[in-house]
């Protein structure tokens, strides 16, 4: 199918994924094309490109898929239809490649890792992008995963295939920008004050920094609790944090803070 | 002509290694395959097939529902046989392929090779059964390979199930020297609803040499309407090809070479369509055959439409004149029969011409050009061809107004 450069399988493991806003726009209207008052789900393709560790996803297209909703081992993804759509779209921009595929989930399904598998024909090391079409909290909507074996501990088990979450961000080329500000220019409220606008924005960050502080608290206790294995990873992060607090008991600190400079 | 959607599912499990089908059942399934994918394609060209594989890396679907025969059959090249069938996850994974099939008009249908035991149970298959009669998806089963008490019994359920109006059949297949492909052609399953047997048989025929068994691939006996009809509209063809053939070279009697034959097949099949109507209605009464020239001339136009109407034309005025009969007879076959000469000599009698092209409907004699035509004739009476020309030109002309 597609020719994939002997560079772009150099084994470089995945640190970002950056979802441009078109496939943004583009997966919402899938999805209320097709299963907007339903529970079921949409899923298509991403293109775009990968190089040193960064995956740019600049555009996408819908395939017909269909599961089941009792049994999740029956589930048909039109792949012929890809290919042919594929081939349709190099001939748009020949530097798109497939680099994976994404789902409105909202969440990680069982059949998931058997459609990364049927992806790995098209690309060696495929991404899965979820994207909350309603999402009810603050953030970006995406969320990237990539697969991995996992070899059990003791070896007694088949190494199994198991999602690994990768950081994610939204951001466009310039002209995109561009793009996006004419769209927001409708959704935006003109006769409010530039002031209320920072305000209500300085506001919407700090209520995220307290979703994601909560988070971290409820995530420390279950391991306090043994409900969640230790991650040293994580705790490193964690210490990282704290330790960029700046220490505000400081003397000199609260002088200069405190004192009136005559 | 049936339009179907087909999905075939293949067993490529452990117990097709077997070698009790020759040279293996695996390759027998093969086989068989290729043949019903020939044969379906083949009947109506919108026909769509797809393959899946029950068993090996699991339950896949190779190729989505296509009229594409080459996709179809590359796709069987290279499997392996392994594991386990999994025959209700199989047929549940073929409905979906069937629901999402591009054509909503074509009939659903399944084909299930099962040549390893079934594990499943009976009430188990007769759900999958009831489900797939609630879709209208009718499901045919082969089954062959291993045969142990139970199995026949729950596919003949599963059938039962499914079965609605006697759209779905089983076939038992017991082992031996005779392959796979040609037990399943005397069945049900190549045979279809209507008539089927002549493009099996033909697509037997022709599986190598690409050659058509019978004249235009139809047994006369199966179908005379059609086979009638597909003669009279060749014959027609020809006569078409004929006429641009001396228009373009004035050249002398090169009919019957085999590119115009082949032309001719082509048109013939495109010809299928309108000719279907022409049959039925070519036998009835005048009435019916006004009608059926109102048909034709509805139909999508070009040479094809107005040559129907012309061939109409022609079949109703000879119906009430035998010399004109004779005449227009003559005048679609080769040039080269020996009647020419005698063909000269009657369109030299100018009142016989005027008589002709009197009784043929939506020809004015006192139209300009029809004199026109007549008078240059007059001074070429042996020149039949011309005639034929001139006349069929005319006929076009005045129809196409």
């Known amino acids: 199918m597609d020719v994939v450069k002997a560079a772009q399988l150099s084994g470089r493991t995945l640190e970002k994924v950056v979802v441009h806003p078109l496939v943004l726009l583009s997966i919402v209207d899938h999805y209320n094309r097709v299963a907007r008052d339903t529970r079921k789900r949409v899923v298509g393709v991403l293109l775009g490109t990968s190089s040193r560790g960064v995956v740019d996803v600049t555009n996408s297209y819908a395939v017909p898929f269909e599961e089941d909703d009792k049994d999740p081992r029956i589930w048909f993804l039109d792949h012929n239809y890809h290919e042919s759509m594929f081939s349709m779209f190099k001939r748009i921009n020949a530097k798109e490649h497939v680099v994976g595929w994404y789902s409105t989930g909202p969440k990680l399904k069982e059949n998931d890792l058997d459609v990364h598998a049927l992806f790995t024909n098209y690309v060696p090391n495929p991404v899965l ?80 920094l307290d979703a994601r502080l909560t988070e971290i608290r409820g995530y420390l206790d279950l391991v306090i609790e043994g409900k969640l294995p230790l991650n040293h990873e994580i705790l490193y992060h964690l210490q990282d944090v704290f330790n960029l607090l700046p220490n505000l008991n400081v003397n000199e600190l609260i002088k200069a803070f405190a004192g009136e400079n005559k | 002509l049936l339009l179907q959607s087909t999905m075939i599912c293949i067993d490529n499990s452990e117990w097709m290694r077997n070698g009790d089908y020759s040279p293996s059942r695996f390759q027998a399934q093969a086989d068989a395959v290729n043949l019903i994918c020939g044969a379906k394609t083949q009947s109506n060209p919108e026909n769509t097939v797809g393959v899946m594989t029950m068993a090996g890396k699991g339950v896949r679907v190779l190729v989505t529902p296509t009229s594409d025969l080459g996709k179809i059959l590359a796709c069987m090249h290279g499997l392996e046989v392994g594991a386990e069938a999994n025959l209700a996850a199989a047929i549940q994974v073929a409905q979906l392929a069937l629901k999402h099939r591009q054509n909503k008009r074509q009939q659903q249908r399944i084909i299930v090779f099962i040549g390893s035991p079934v594990t499943y149970d009976k ?109 009279l509209s060749m014959e027609e063809e020809r006569a078409r090809q004929e006429a641009i053939a001396k228009k373009a070279a004035e050249d002398n009697k090169d009919q019957a070479s085999s590119s115009t034959d082949a032309i001719m097949a082509e048109a013939e099949l495109t010809l299928n369509a309108p000719a279907d109507v022409d049959a039925d209605l070519l036998k009835d009464d005048d009435d019916a055959q006004l009608l059926q020239q109102a048909l034709a001339m509805s139909m999508d136009e070009g040479a094809s439409g107005a040559a129907a109407v012309a061939d109409a034309a022609m079949a109703e005025a000879a119906a009430d004149d035998q010399d004109l009969a004779l005449a227009l007879q003559m005048s679609v076959q080769d040039a080269e029969a020996a009647g020419q000469s005698d063909m000269s000599k009657v369109f030299e009698d100018r009142s016989f011409v005027t008589s002709i092209l009197n009784s043929l409907p939506g020809v004015d004699p006192n139209d300009p050009s029809v004199k026109d035509l007549l008078a240059s004739l007059h001074g070429q009476g042996e020149d039949l061809v011309l005639m034929v020309t001139g006349k069929q030109n005319y006929l076009q002309n005045s129809i196409n107004k």
Do not use: C
């Not at chain 1, 995406?142 to 199994?160: C, H, R």
């Not at chain 2, 009718?138 to 019994?153: I, R, Y």
């Not at chain 2, 609803?193 to 599986?207: D, P």
């Open chain 2, 123 to 231: 009430k188990v298959l007769e759900t999958i059964g009831k489900k797939l009669k609630k879709n209208n998806v009718a499901l045919d089963v082969v089954d062959f390979g291993e045969t142990d008490d139970e199995k026949p019994e729950k596919l003949e359920a599963l059938i039962a199930a499914v079965n609605s109006s006697d759209s779905s059949h089983i076939v038992h297949v017991p082992p031996g020297d005779h392959a796979l492909s040609d037990v399943l052609i005397s069945t049900p399953i190549f045979t279809g609803e209507e008539g089927g047997s002549g493009f099996a048989a033909s697509a037997a025929a022709a599986a190598a040499t690409g050659a058509t068994g019978y004249d235009f691939g139809v047994d006369p006996n199966v179908d005379p309407e059609l086979a009638l009809a597909l003669r």
């Open chain 1, 129 to 208: 992008v979820i994207i909350d079409v309603q999402p009810k909290e603050l953030g970006i909507p995406t969320k990237a995963y990539y697969a991995v074996e996992e070899v059990k501990e003791n070896a007694t088990q088949k190494s199994q295939k198991v999602f690994v979450h990768v950081p994610s961000e939204i951001a466009a080329h310039e002209v995109e920008e561009i793009g996006v500000e004419h769209l927001l220019r409708d959704v935006k409220d003109t006769t409010i004050s530039t002031l209320a606008t920072e305000v209500s924005s300085k506001l919407a960050a700090l209520k995220g």
